[in-house]
């Protein structure tokens, strides 16, 4: 049999392949009958994994990762899709795809008409899908969340599951049984503290003094160290500067995400605001940041001041 798992979601794939997986018998016995091939494989070495029998399992495993995102050729596909019918009964085919593939795919439609075939689209999950994703991994870790609670890690975190599932198993580590509220999030949470700067600089890039001022004072008064928020500050703006050099290039999220290394995301947030700022723009700002160090570390100034000063003087018309 075979089966292609494709799109965004990859968390929900792993989990999914992981089910399959524990429905094959002996796991020592499986390991030793699975073979992991990634991209572009030619068909003969496909071939020669996928007809092999198993040994002492019943069942041999061949999961092949982003074979179809290397763009195969029409006469591969064909001939793909002509074996793919004959496999062994005793073979299980997973085709791994992180990018949605199109219904007019001849692998995707196979999958759907042919018997021994399952296709599956995994999209993120998105608004009340999401939120009762979250609801249902707490429950399964015996704990109970507030709706606020669930309502910021949606809107700071976004639905990237695998870092949702980490903050969960950490809140409910802390909190047993009983509820998780907004401020457990808070202060849990290191995505919460990043998306306060991404609403503090939003304010700043649409000059709306009068909400970065709020803000600021806001994060002041829940005892956030001011050198703190200057070190946020800083980084918020150097990211923003190298993202600018590469949205200018013309890359978009999922490669700035990849090439600066960061979740997806953080990586929207800062192509969303680039667009507020030009580069000499960006490049002017984090030479008045080094300004501040100076003066601050030379006692020409303290922290509080200089960051209500900062503020000021970036949202100035």
């Given at each position: 049999m075979f089966y292609i798992f494709h799109g965004e979601d990859?968390?929900?794939?792993?989990?999914?392949?992981?089910?399959?997986?524990?429905?094959?018998?002996?796991?020592?016995?499986?390991?030793?009958?699975t073979t992991r091939l990634d991209g572009f494989v030619p068909l003969n070495q496909l071939q020669q994994a996928s007809s092999?029998?198993?040994?002492?399992?019943?069942?041999?495993?061949?999961?092949?990762?982003?074979?179809?995102?290397?763009?195969?050729?029409?006469?591969?596909l064909k001939e793909l899709a002509a074996?793919?019918?004959?496999?062994?009964?005793?073979?299980?085919?997973?085709?791994?795809?992180?990018?949605?593939?199109?219904?007019?795919?001849?692998?995707?439609?196979?999958?759907?008409?042919?018997?021994?075939?399952?296709?599956?689209?995994?999209?993120?999950?998105?608004?009340?899908?999401?939120?009762?994703?979250?609801?249902?991994?707490?429950?399964?870790?015996?704990?109970?969340?507030?709706p606020h609670a669930v309502h910021l890690l949606t809107t700071n975190i976004g639905n990237n599951l695998q870092i949702l599932e980490n903050e969960i198993e950490k809140l409910t580590l802390y909190k047993g049984t009983a509820e998780i509220t907004g401020e457990d999030v808070a202060l849990l949470s290191p995505y919460l503290a990043e998306a306060s700067i991404f609403d503090l600089v939003d304010a700043l890039g649409n000059r709306n003094s009068k909400k970065a001022s709020l803000l600021l004072q806001q994060k002041l008064q829940e005892g956030a160290d001011p050198f703190y928020l200057f070190s946020m500050f800083v980084r918020q703006f150097r990211l923003l500067i190298q993202v600018k050099e590469m949205v200018d290039a013309g890359s978009r999220p999922p490669a700035i995400s990849q090439r600066l290394k960061m979740h997806s995301f953080v990586a929207g947030k800062l192509h969303q605001q680039s667009?507020?700022?030009?580069?000499?723009?960006?490049?002017?700002?984090?030479?008045?940041?080094?300004?501040?160090?100076?003066?601050?570390?030379?006692?020409?100034?303290?922290?509080?001041?200089?960051?209500?000063?900062?503020?000021?003087?970036?949202?100035?018309?």
């Open positions: 990859t968390h929900s794939q792993k989990e999914t392949l992981a089910d399959l997986i524990g429905k094959l018998g002996d796991p020592a016995m499986l390991d030793l009958n092999a029998m198993p040994f002492l399992a019943k069942a041999r495993l061949v999961i092949v990762s982003g074979l179809f995102a290397a763009k195969p050729d029409k006469s591969y074996y793919l019918p004959q496999l062994p009964e005793t073979t299980r085919l997973v085709f791994l795809e992180a990018e949605a593939l199109p219904g007019s795919h001849p692998i995707v439609k196979l999958a759907q008409t042919e018997k021994s075939g399952y296709e599956k689209l995994f999209k993120p999950l998105e608004g009340s899908q999401l939120e009762r994703w979250i609801r249902q991994q707490v429950e399964e870790r015996n704990g109970r969340i507030a667009a507020q700022f030009s580069l000499p723009q960006l490049e002017q700002i984090y030479r008045h940041l080094l300004d501040v160090d100076v003066a601050v570390k030379t006692g020409r100034n303290d922290m509080v001041t200089a960051l209500n000063l900062l503020v000021a003087a970036l949202t100035a018309p």
